[in-house]
């Protein structure tokens, strides 16, 4: 997919689109980076197939809320509905970069590649040797998604992965170089990326999330998800939520000492925490303590500039607004 750029606006906006809630950030074109506003919506229960005319409207009513001064947008997939490889390959003196990088796309993708938008990006190159991440979705989805903004009367500059979108960010805020986790606790998954000079090294997604809360809380009590998520937010049932909260902190903190354990190639001494389980402070004790290793919260406030937002706005960002504003930031940074 090709787009053409006529200028730089002065603002661009990220949107975020998860399986809990689409984020809006709107980052203002300069350095340091300037955040003018944040908002979000829900999903559908059901996600948004099928919720295309809701989605719409209600971004476009959040649109007119933020009161954004952008058109131009930036958005988001899923990790967990794409493939992201990290391949190293000698070149062929008789073949040319995208052929070979073609013949590995075939090899590491399970799908026609007719049916896929592939790109990738070059992390290092040597005379005969390259490495580079492989990226790739499918055609179905990133279309619907790609109609959904459209029709919310937004230009789209470009897609991205989430997990790509938040290295991005991450490398802008703290230029880290030693080995190190990020790890963004969301609603339908857990991002584990392993980060070494700069760059992903490795990533899983396992498959659990907060949402993992409300699922109890429906056995449990013998209600619906809308239930359940207002008994979770209003602190109804106090015994049922605390014991459902307690078995997301359990299931959760085991499943990524497991995954930091498989992936870890060489010491790592530090762990960022992101998204909207981080609200849970149980698990970066728990972590901090089972890994022995250092645990802290993302904050992209000792870099970008927020002043226009009110602190209440701000805590629900440093916990789960970094991928949009990445994704806001992302053809500034370039």
């Given at each position: 997919m090709v787009f053409f750029k006529f200028g730089k606006p002065k603002s661009y906006l990220g949107i975020d689109i998860g399986s809990y809630a689409i984020k809006v950030a709107e980052v203002t074109n300069s350095l340091p980076l300037k955040l003018r506003s944040f908002g979000q919506i829900r999903v559908p229960q059901n996600g948004i197939i099928g919720a295309e005319e809701e989605i719409i409207e209600k971004l476009k009513q959040l649109f007119s809320n933020l009161k954004v001064k952008s058109k131009k947008g930036i958005i988001s997939i899923s990790s967990y509905t794409s493939i992201i490889k990290r391949i190293e390959i000698s070149i062929p003196e008789e073949k040319d970069l995208d052929e070979v990088i073609k013949e590995e796309a075939e090899a590491h993708i399970p799908f026609d590649l007719n049916d896929v938008y592939l790109d990738y990006h070059i992390i290092s190159s040597e005379e005969e040797k390259i490495e580079f991440i492989l990226a790739a979705a499918r055609k179905e989805l990133i279309e619907n998604i790609y109609e959904i903004i459209?029709?919310?009367?937004?230009?789209?500059?470009?897609?991205?992965?989430?997990?790509?979108?938040?290295?991005?960010?991450?490398?802008?805020?703290?230029?880290?170089?030693?080995?190190?986790?990020?790890?963004?606790?969301?609603?339908?998954?857990?991002?584990?990326?392993?980060?070494?000079?700069?760059?992903?090294?490795?990533?899983?997604?396992?498959?659990?999330?907060?949402n993992i809360i409300n699922q109890k809380l429906q056995d449990t009590l013998n209600i619906d998800t809308e239930r359940a998520e207002k008994i979770k937010l209003k602190g109804e049932k106090k015994e049922e939520v605390i014991s459902a909260i307690s078995y997301y902190i359990e299931e959760t903190t085991k499943n990524i000492i497991e995954t930091c354990l498989h992936l870890e190639e060489s010491e790592t001494k530090k762990i960022f925490l992101c998204g909207g389980g981080s609200f849970y402070y149980q698990i970066k004790n728990k972590l901090q303590k089972q890994l022995k290793k250092?645990?802290?919260?993302?904050?992209?406030?000792?870099?970008?500039?927020?002043?226009?937002?009110?602190?209440?706005?701000?805590?629900?960002?440093?916990?789960?607004?970094?991928?949009?504003?990445?994704?806001?930031?992302?053809?500034?940074?370039?």
């Amino acid at each position: 997919m090709v787009f053409f750029k006529f200028g730089k606006p002065k603002s661009y906006l990220g949107i975020d689109i998860g399986s809990y809630a689409i984020k809006v950030a709107e980052v203002t074109n300069s350095l340091p980076l300037k955040l003018r506003s944040f908002g979000q919506i829900r999903v559908p229960q059901n996600g948004i197939i099928g919720a295309e005319e809701e989605i719409i409207e209600k971004l476009k009513q959040l649109f007119s809320n933020l009161k954004v001064k952008s058109k131009k947008g930036i958005i988001s997939i899923s990790s967990y509905t794409s493939i992201i490889k990290r391949i190293e390959i000698s070149i062929p003196e008789e073949k040319d970069l995208d052929e070979v990088i073609k013949e590995e796309a075939e090899a590491h993708i399970p799908f026609d590649l007719n049916d896929v938008y592939l790109d990738y990006h070059i992390i290092s190159s040597e005379e005969e040797k390259i490495e580079f991440i492989l990226a790739a979705a499918r055609k179905e989805l990133i279309e619907n998604i790609y109609e959904i903004i459209a029709a919310s009367e937004i230009d789209i500059e470009a897609i991205d992965i989430d997990i790509i979108s938040l290295s991005n960010i991450f490398e802008h805020l703290y230029s880290f170089h030693e080995p190190c986790f990020l790890i963004d606790l969301g609603a339908s998954k857990t991002s584990i990326i392993l980060w070494e000079n700069n760059n992903i090294k490795n990533s899983r997604d396992i498959s659990i999330g907060t949402n993992i809360i409300n699922q109890k809380l429906q056995d449990t009590l013998n209600i619906d998800t809308e239930r359940a998520e207002k008994i979770k937010l209003k602190g109804e049932k106090k015994e049922e939520v605390i014991s459902a909260i307690s078995y997301y902190i359990e299931e959760t903190t085991k499943n990524i000492i497991e995954t930091c354990l498989h992936l870890e190639e060489s010491e790592t001494k530090k762990i960022f925490l992101c998204g909207g389980g981080s609200f849970y402070y149980q698990i970066k004790n728990k972590l901090q303590k089972q890994l022995k290793k250092e645990v802290e919260f993302i904050k992209p406030f000792i870099k970008i500039d927020a002043n226009e937002i009110n602190e209440k706005t701000k805590e629900i960002i440093e916990k789960t607004g970094l991928t949009a504003i990445g994704l806001a930031a992302r053809e500034i940074l370039l």
